[in-house]
């Protein structure tokens, strides 16, 4: 080959040949390597696997084996999870084209709904977001079980006015008149009587009024409960009988909070209530001023120890700073340094900024960085596992195709190529399944944790995965933006279904095109 | 003795060298001849040599210039490529054109 290498001409002939002596080499030192020296030993023909049947056998067998190896990773429950959550950008996209956002839950609440489960029905109540929706849901979850009639405080914080109007805060009230939460909701009832259309009014004197009675018997009463640990009870006992099991379900238990409008009533009261110990104390009324101060710390630490939610547990370290910095300031006034530090140390400790927050969400162990790069190599994984399962179809049907009786000459010099492919491409769908499994794991155990405590997730890192992971690879936030607003805002809710079906039909066209091809050029036998 | 399944490719060399069948042959003639490229050529011409039905040789060229190996027929490979070249006629396909004149 080296010596015919100087009688060409043409550079690019040269390179050409060039090329193939070396392929030739290459080709005798695999069949060296993989049949052995001593063996009577093949030299190709026309190809690594053309003519050697042998080789091809145990090419064919390796691969066989790496693809079933692939597929023993089906049986193992994070792989399959880890699949789910791998699609979940591309579903991301279009549940929001769809304007569908939680279609787990509302499938969920039609089984529940069929079945006549309050229990779930309850749960779909806490769990969607649609203000009617979960209105509908906790009514008849109630009156299915009347012992479930806690889902309507839950359901009141995002449906206040639906709350008042359907009588609930009187009920829950009745049920459970030492809850410091029911009055809150009732304050935030109030509040939105003057928020009508989207337009705030001035709130009349009497509505004034209610509201500060309201505030004062929510800062007065002697507990505190916001639901939250039925919700995680009840979370238990449902998602395994209807067989739900969602790391985004898991995800969106964050959403389960306090309305923004307690802490805000809080604050505001809690203010006042500050205020006007002040004005006592300027009138030399220094013990019942106080008595206000500490009113406020009581509360915001009634709060801190009995809520479920990271909004109550800022909630109520804030209203204890804000109640300590003003016992300091008054301890300082009289004299009384001692006391002034302690208030001074206490107020620091409750401080929402520099102070400690016991019942916040824990950080990630992960971080962020390792959370973002397992996103996508999760994501990448998949989908070169996905590529890889239809390369190895491809090339099989090919392979097949080639190497039956009377086929098409092209088909029989493809199978040396469809052999290498399939090889190359069994390699890669076990790497792929591999990575996959191995980097998911660690979050599958996390998930498993949150789905038996049925509370939210303790840690940051399933959080920060899931959030990366509904962001496809590669695109920067801004740009997801963009593609969001294109996708989304194009006008039509089915835009994205569109497309995609499009994209998918021209596939197939293409597909069927290519066999159609493929038989009508089998020759036939030409008769003289 | 035991012949080597024929392909299509391979059937092609056999013709060319039956072209003339005593003839020296080099690689390059046979790749422009058959319209082969080496990295197929070149292994039907060693499985050939192999299965003895092609000889081959080494013939020196000027100073300096690797020497070209050349490839005859043998009298086996003669005979083999004489029965496969008319086992092969009769099965000849021939593609119909789209559009047949008459």
Redesign the interface.
């Known amino acids: 080959m080296l010596g015919e290498l100087h009688q060409v001409k043409n550079p690019w002939e040269g390179t050409r040949w060039a090329l193939g002596g070396a392929g030739v080499l290459v080709k005798q030192a695999l069949v060296s390597l993989i049949m052995g020296r001593g063996r009577h030993g093949v030299v190709p023909d026309g190809g690594l696997f053309a003519q050697s049947a042998g080789l091809r056998r145990a090419a064919l067998a390796v691969s066989g084996a790496f693809v079933l190896a692939s597929f023993l990773f089906l049986g193992a429950p994070p792989f399959r999870q880890a699949f789910q959550v791998a699609i979940a950008p591309w579903l991301h996209l279009y549940q929001l084209a769809s304007r569908n956002n939680q279609p787990g839950f509302e499938d969920l609440a039609r089984r529940a709904e069929a079945r006549r489960d309050a229990e779930a029905l309850a749960l779909c109540a806490v769990r969607l977001q649609g203000s009617q929706q979960s209105a509908a849901l906790a009514q008849e979850a109630v009156r299915l079980e009347p012992n479930l009639l806690w889902v309507y405080a839950v359901v009141a914080g995002r449906a206040p006015a639906i709350a008042k109007n359907r009588g609930w805060i009187e009920q829950l009230e009745r049920w459970d008149p030492s809850n410091a939460l029911l009055p809150l909701l009732d304050a935030q009832a109030i509040e939105s009587e003057h928020f009508r259309h989207g337009v705030w009014t001035q709130p009349t004197a009497e509505q004034k009024q209610r509201w500060q009675c309201s505030m004062a018997t929510a800062f007065a009463a002697p507990e505190f409960d916001d639901y939250f640990d039925r919700v995680a009870q009840l979370t238990r006992r449902v998602l395994p009988r209807y067989n739900y099991y969602d790391p985004y379900e898991v995800k969106s238990r964050d959403l389960i909070d306090l309305p923004i409008d307690v802490f805000n009533n809080s604050e505001r009261y809690a203010g006042m209530l500050l205020h006007s110990g002040g004005e006592l104390e300027s009138k030399g009324e220094r013990a019942r001023g106080r008595d206000r101060y500490l009113s406020v710390a009581r509360f915001g630490q009634l709060m801190d120890t009995h809520a479920h939610s990271a909004l109550g547990h800022w909630m109520g370290t804030s209203l204890q700073a804000m109640a300590y910095r003003q016992l300091e300031a008054s301890y300082q006034k009289e004299g009384n340094q001692a006391e002034a530090r302690l208030m001074d140390y206490l107020a620091e400790k409750f401080d929402s900024v520099k102070g400690e927050h016991p019942g916040m969400p824990a950080e990630s162990a992960f971080g962020l960085k390792t959370a973002q790069r397992n996103a996508a190599v999760v994501v990448i994984s998949a989908l070169m596992s996905a590529c890889f399962l239809g390369f190895v179809f491809v090339a099989t049907i090919i392979l097949l195709a080639g190497s039956r009786r009377g086929a098409a000459p092209a088909a029989q010099r493809a199978r040396p190529v469809a052999t290498i492919v399939i090889m190359a491409s069994s390699v890669g769908l076990l790497f792929s399944s591999i990575t996959l499994y191995l980097t998911y794991r660690p979050y599958w155990y996390i998930f498993q944790t949150a789905v038996a405590s049925g509370d939210r997730v303790p840690t940051g890192d399933l959080r920060f995965f899931l959030n990366d992971l509904s962001m496809v690879p590669g695109v920067s936030p801004r740009g997801y933006s963009a593609l969001l607003n294109a996708l989304v805002y194009s006008g039509s809710p089915s835009f994205l279904f569109y497309v995609w079906t499009g994209v998918t039909l021209l596939g197939v066209i293409g597909l069927v095109l290519i066999f159609v091809r493929h038989f009508q050029a089998r020759p036939r036998t030409h008769t003289p | 003795m035991k012949i ?2 024929i ?4 059937l092609l060399v056999l013709e060319r060298f039956m072209e003339s069948p005593t003839e020296w042959r ?3 003639e046979l ?1 422009r001849a058959t319209g082969l ?8 011409l ?2 050939l040599e ?1 299965y003895s039905l092609l000889e081959a040789a080494w013939v020196a ?1 000027e100073e300096g ?5 050349t490839y005859r027929l043998t009298p086996n490979g003669l005979e083999v490529a004489r029965t496969k070249l008319a086992e092969a006629r009769p099965r ?5 054109p789209a559009f047949c004149n008459g």
Not at chain 2, 7 to 10: A, K, N, Q, V
């Open positions: 080597p399944r392909s299509p490719e391979t080099y690689g390059y790749s490229k080496s990295g197929t050529l070149y292994p039907i060693m499985r192999k060229t210039v690797p020497p070209r190996h000849n396909m021939v593609r119909q």
